[in-house]
C-alpha cells in the first residue's frame, strides 16, 4: 500500500541534542512537508520542499534543518538551537501535478525534551 | 489576526445530531478549501476538497463554501461516537501551488 512512513513514533530528546526524524514516502509525490502540532493548536509549516535538492523555509524554521536528497525521502533534524521543541510533528505529501486536491499526511513523531 | 479562523471548541453533541463546523479566512485569493479529520495522536485524514464556491456531499458529510463571506462549513449528519476527533479546515489559493494554510481545529465530542 502506498502511504508516508514517520519513525520513530516517540523520541526523546536530551538537552543539548540534535535529533533526526524521518520520514518516506511511496506515492511518487513531487513535494513533502513538515509541520509541527502543539497541544490545541493547529499545523504551522516548518519547511517545505517541491523538488529533489531544493526546499524553502515555512513559518517556523529557525532551529529545524532539513534535506531533500531523493524525491522518497525528506528527513527533519531539530537542533539544540530549537528551544522549546517537545511537539507532534507531521511528515505530509502532495502531487504537484493535483496540487490542490490536498496532502497525505503520515501518522507523526511526537518528540519529548527530558 | 490568523489567516485562518476555527473555534476551538470542543463541541459535544449527542449521538445522531448534526455537528456544524465552520471557519473564516481573509485572504480572498483562496480558491481550494479542504477539510481534514484527525484522531488522537494520529496524522490527520483528507475528508472533503471543494473548489470555490458551491456545496458537495459525500455521504454524511456535506462542504459549503461562500467566497463572497469569506466562509466554509462542514456538516456531519447523523453523527456516531467515531465521528469524535478535531476537524482541520484548509485552503490554498491557485497562485501558492500546493501550500496549504491551516486552521486551528476544532474539536468534537459525540456522545453515546
Known amino acids: 500500500d502506498g502511504g508516508i512512513t514517520q519513525s520513530p513514533k516517540y523520541l526523546f530528546r536530551k538537552e543539548g541534542q540534535n535529533v533526526t526524524l524521518s520520514c518516506e514516502q511511496n506515492?511518487?509525490?513531487?513535494?513533502m512537508y513538515w509541520y509541527r502540532q502543539d497541544p490545541g493548536q493547529g499545523l504551522r509549516l516548518i519547511y517545505y520542499?517541491?523538488?529533489?535538492?531544493?526546499?524553502q523555509k515555512g513559518d517556523i524554521a529557525e532551529g529545524y534543518s532539513v534535506s531533500r536528497e531523493k524525491k522518497e525521502s525528506f528527513p527533519l533534524t531539530v537542533t539544540s538551537a530549537q528551544k522549546n521543541p517537545t511537539a507532534f510533528y507531521l511528515c505530509?505529501?502532495?502531487?504537484?501535478?493535483?496540487?490542490?486536491?490536498?496532502?497525505?499526511f503520515g501518522s507523526g513523531t511526537r518528540l519529548t525534551v527530558v | 489576526q490568523k489567516e485562518v479562523e476555527q473555534d476551538p471548541g470542543p463541541l459535544s453533541v449527542p449521538e445522531g445530531a448534526i455537528v456544524s463546523l465552520n471557519c473564516t479566512y481573509s485572504?480572498?485569493?483562496?480558491?481550494?478549501f479542504m477539510w481534514y479529520r484527525q484522531y488522537s495522536r494520529k496524522g490527520p485524514e483528507l475528508l472533503m476538497y471543494?473548489?470555490?464556491?458551491g456545496n458537495k456531499e459525500d455521504g454524511r458529510f456535506t462542504a459549503q463554501v461562500d467566497k463572497s463571506s469569506k466562509y466554509i462549513s462542514l456538516f456531519i449528519r447523523d453523527s456516531q461516537p467515531s465521528d469524535s476527533a478535531t476537524y482541520l479546515c484548509?485552503?490554498?489559493?491557485?497562485?501558492?501551488?500546493?501550500?496549504?494554510?491551516f486552521g486551528g481545529g476544532t474539536r468534537v465530542l459525540v456522545k453515546p
Open positions: 505530509a505529501s502532495s502531487s504537484w501535478k493535483q496540487v490542490n486536491y490536498g496532502y497525505t
Open positions: 506515492l511518487n509525490h513531487d513535494a
Open positions: 520542499s517541491q523538488i529533489v535538492n531544493d526546499f
Open positions: 485572504n480572498s485569493a483562496f480558491q481550494y
Open positions: 471543494t473548489y470555490s464556491s
Open positions: 484548509a485552503m490554498s489559493a491557485e497562485a501558492a501551488g500546493n501550500k496549504l494554510t
